[in-house]
Structures are given as C-alpha cells and as structure tokens.
C-alpha cells in the first residue's frame, strides 16, 4: 500500500472534498507530489510502513497551496516556457529532406536530463528557490539544458542566455537537494554547475575574439 492509496481511501470512504493530484499511479505523470513525512515524494511510490507508524503528508513547500495537498504550478509552468525546452532551428527542414538522425552516443549526451516528469519535488527541496522564489529552479534549468546538449538543436546560445539572466542559473548554491529528491534520477544540480561553465566559456570566447 503507497501513500496514494491511502489518500484514495481518504476520499473514498473518509472526507470526499480532500484534494490531491494524480494520474498515473505508476510515477510517470508526476502530479502527485508531495511531503511525505517531510521528504517531497511521489505519494504513488512511497510505501506506507507496514510497522504502522505515523505518516505524516503535506503539500509541496514553496508553492502556494490551492487546497490540501493541491498546490499552484503556475510559477513553474511560466518559468519551464521561459528556457525553450524545444528544439530550435536555424531554418527547418522540409519533410522531403528526411528525419534528423541521432547517434546512441548524442542521445546519451542529454538522456537522463530529459527523463524529468515536471512533479516539482526539486523545487520543495531547493533551498535557494524556497529563499527566492524568482530564481529558475532545478527542472526548468534541467530541460533547458537537455536540449542545448540535443545534436539537432541550433538555440544553445539563446537558451544559454535564458537560463543565466535575471535569478538564472548562477544562483544555485550547488546544495544538491535537487538531486537527491529526483524520483527519476536526473541530476539538475549537474545541469545548474554545467549551465554555469558554459556561460562561462561563452562569454570568454566572446572577450578573447574582441580583444583579436
Ligand atoms: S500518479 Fe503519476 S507520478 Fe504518481
């Protein structure tokens, strides 16, 4: 029995106006986060002990809560659109020209950043965004980062700027949090230090072919 079962059961057979998100029941959706025991989890993969201890489960910190465990994504849907997480060409090819081929080596490259599920358990365990609410936070920054890795992307450059401006990406503090709760495995805090590096070497580039 999970979390999520119980919740089910709460509104089933409990209270039926408690309010919780979920879809999927099997920690592919991501819309049913939350704090359980005071750790951001999905509540469809969190066991409820079978010793029958306490579980203790609230909405996701950091975000303004609409009802119960119902929380507003609003913040973090605007910021996701902000960093471009699409590809972006300089010109389009036709249809006729054929599909862009990738090698099993270039998916690598940008594979576990673009397993991100968006359940926003990063953000209730971020520190700097819990401090900041501005700042781009751990998932925005990592699925724009996905695809300035994508061969098929030509925006690097542009997204690089996105995710650095204003309380970009040289906000994080490297806590690692962010890392640590991911139920997927993505590393956004790697994505934050690397976005950093890059913009780094970018605007170095930059200096040494002005000073040429
Ligand atoms: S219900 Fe979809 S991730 Fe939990």
Known sequence: MFVLDALNYASDWLDGSLAFRWSCRMGVCGS?????NGTPRLTCAAPIPETGEKVVIEPLHNFPVQKDLVVDIGDF????????????????????EGEYLQKPEQLQRYEQFG???????????CPVFAADREFIGPAAAALGYRYNLDSRDEGAKERLDLLTRDAGAFDCTFVGECSTVCPKNVDPALALQRIKID??????????????
């Open 32 to 36: 049913c986060g939350a704090l359980v």
């Open 115 to 125: 397993a991100c599920i968006n359940c926003m358990l990063c953000y209730a365990a």
């Open 77 to 96: 849907m605007e910021k996701l659109g902000r960093v471009e997480p699409w590809i972006i060409r300089e010109r389009e090819r036709a249809l006729e």
């Open 199 to 212: 913009a780094a070497l970018t605007s170095l580039k930059s200096i040494t072919r002005r000073g040429k």
